[in-house]
C-alpha cells in the first residue's frame, strides 16, 4: 500500500482500534513494558497511532510522537488527557522525518515496520534522528517459529495485506539487518511472532 492508502484505511478504522486494545494488552503487553517501561531522557515515538504504547512510558517523560494518520493522532492526544501525560503530537510521514540529526535520545516503535511501504528507510531515519549515545527500541511482528501457525499466516497474507496494509509474514529481524542498524539486544516470544530490538545508532557502517 502506498501512504496515502495507509492513510485511508487509517482514518475509517482509528475510532474503533481501541476497542481491540485489551488483546493488546493481553498478548503483547508485557513486551511493551518490557521495552519502553524505563526509558528516559527526550522520546520520540513512531506511527504512535492511537497511542497505545503511551501507558507503559514512565511519567514523566518529554514525548514526541509522530503518525501518518491525523485521525489516528486525534485519538492520541484523548489518550494523553486521560492518562494525564504531557506530549507534542504531530502529523509526519516515518520514512522522511522533519527533524534534525541527533534530535532524541530514545526512539520508540511498536508494531509498525510492517506497515511502512519503505521499512528500510523509516528506521535509518530512526536511527538519524537518534542521538549518538541513544537508544532505537522495537516491538515488532513477524511469521511465528510455530509451523501451524505459520501456516495460516502465509494462507492469509495476501487477503490480511489488502485488508490492512500489515505484511504479518515479514521478517523483522531481516529488515533491521538491511537498514544497517547495530543490534544491542533482541527476544523473540508469543510463538515467534513478536520479536523486540533494543539498538544504537551505526552512522559509520557503508550502506
Not at 102 to 112: E, G, M, P, R, W
Not at 184 to 202: A, H, N, Q, S, V
Amino acid at each position: 500500500m502506498s501512504v496515502s492508502e495507509i492513510e485511508e484505511w487509517y482514518a475509517e478504522y482509528a475510532d474503533r482500534m481501541h476497542r481491540f486494545e485489551w488483546v493488546d494488552r493481553l498478548f503483547i503487553g508485557r513486551y511493551r513494558q518490557a521495552q519502553f517501561g524505563d526509558v528516559d531522557g527526550r522520546l520520540f515515538d513512531v506511527a504512535c497511532g492511537i497511542g497505545t504504547n503511551f501507558r507503559y512510558l514512565p511519567d514523566p517523560v518529554e514525548l514526541v510522537g509522530i503518525d501518518i494518520s491525523p485521525d489516528m493522532l486525534v485519538n492520541a492526544e484523548k489518550r494523553l488527557a486521560k492518562l494525564g501525560m504531557d506530549g507534542t503530537l504531530r502529523e509526519m510521514n516515518a520514512q522522511n522525518l522533519e527533524f534534525p540529526d541527533n534530535s532524541f535520545d530514545t526512539v520508540i516503535s511498536a508494531l509498525s515496520t510492517c506497515t511502512f511501504p519503505d521499512p528500510i528507510a523509516a528506521l535509518r531515519e530512526m536511527e538519524r534522528v537518534c542521538k549518538p549515545d541513544g537508544t532505537i527500541r522495537l516491538v515488532e511482528h513477524g511469521r511465528s517459529d510455530v509451523g501451524a501457525i505459520a501456516r495460516f499466516q502465509e494462507w492469509r497474507a495476501d487477503a490480511h495485506y489488502a485488508k490492512s496494509g500489515c505484511r504479518w509474514t515479514q521478517e523483522p529481524s531481516e529488515v533491521v539487518k538491511a537498514a544497517g542498524l547495530s543490534v544491542r539486544k533482541t527476544t523473540t516470544g508469543l510463538f515467534g511472532t513478536i520479536t523486540t530490538f533494543e539498538m544504537t545508532p551505526d552512522r559509520g557502517v557503508e550502506r
